[in-house]
Nanobody
Framework: QVQLVESGGGLVQAGGSLRLSCAASGSILSINTMGWYRQAPGKQRELVATITRGNNIRYADSVKGRFTISRDNAKNTVYLQMNSLKPEDTAVYYC???????????????WGQGTQVTVSS
């Protein structure tokens, strides 16, 4: 059974920092693109940042210069360092991964359970 497990969310004051982690476990051959998405109350889920296995990175305009995505392929883990947090960053943050399980099985959209990030003003 394949799982993505996020950690690192919490409550922080505006201007503060948090670091999210997402570890993939199970019988995984390789992990292609990994990323972070977020969903605020009453809003659609939106992309925050993605990183390919070759470290090509994409950020949402709203987080550029404040958030940094990285990954450790040996640990099947992706990180999101969030600095200069704003109240509008408050959301549930979800990890996403494109997983190759075997030569014939690939899960393009695997999701974690989400972790709450709350930024107080």
């Amino acid at each position: 059974q394949v799982q993505l497990v996020e950690s690192g969310g919490g409550l922080v004051q505006a201007g503060g920092s948090l670091r999210l982690s997402c570890a993939a476990s199970g019988s995984i051959l390789s992990i292609n693109t990994m990323g972070w998405y977020r969903q605020a109350p009453g809003k659609q889920r939106e992309l925050v940042a993605t990183i390919t296995r070759g470290n090509n990175i994409r950020y949402a305009d709203s987080v550029k210069g404040r958030f940094t995505i990285s990954r450790d392929n040996a640990k099947n883990t992706v990180y999101l360092q969030m600095n200069s947090l704003k109240p509008e960053d408050t959301a549930v943050y979800y990890c996403n991964a494109d997983l190759t399980l075997s030569s014939t099985i690939r899960i393009h959209d695997s999701w974690g359970q989400g972790t709450q990030v709350t930024v107080s003003s």
